[in-house]
């Protein structure tokens, strides 16, 4: 499954970004999808995730209140909202499928096993 980010851009502090992730042809038995970030010379950090079946969600406590992330079944795409946005928010930021027929979103990046290309945002102080 190729993932398709999109929607990262340059933006100012206290504004808004929404990130896209399409996964078409995903396997039906991978319920998670998450959002990642990683900043330069930094590790790769959780941001938020969702399964497919329920929309159960996780988030970073770095994140709560100001990211939402949703899904769309029918097109296979899962949606970051990313509002109240900071300079420290600034990264590529990754989708990634959980292949595992889980219940319930992991944090662990381990986990994810099909990543996709990053979509940069920048947020301007």
């Known amino acids: 499954v190729q993932l398709q980010a999109s929607g990262g851009g340059l933006v100012q502090a206290g504004g808004s970004l929404r990130l896209s992730c399409a996964a078409p042809?995903?396997?039906?038995?991978?319920?998670?999808m998450g959002w990642f970030r990683q900043a330069p010379r930094t590790e790769r950090e959780f941001v938020a995730a969702?399964?497919?079946?329920?929309?159960?969600?996780a988030y970073a406590d770095s994140v709560k209140g100001r990211f939402r992330i949703s899904r769309d079944n029918a097109k296979n795409t899962v949606f970051l909202q990313m509002n109240s946005l900071k300079p420290e928010d600034t990264a590529a930021y990754y989708c990634?499928?959980?292949?595992?027929?889980?219940?319930?979103?992991?944090?662990?990046?381990?986990?994810?096993?099909?990543w996709g290309q990053g979509t940069l945002v920048t947020v301007s102080s």
């Open positions: 990634a499928t959980d292949p595992r027929n889980t219940v319930l979103p992991t944090r662990d990046p381990q986990a994810y096993d099909n």
């Open positions: 969702i399964t497919w079946r329920g929309g159960i969600t």
């Open positions: 042809g995903r396997p039906l038995s991978s319920n998670v």
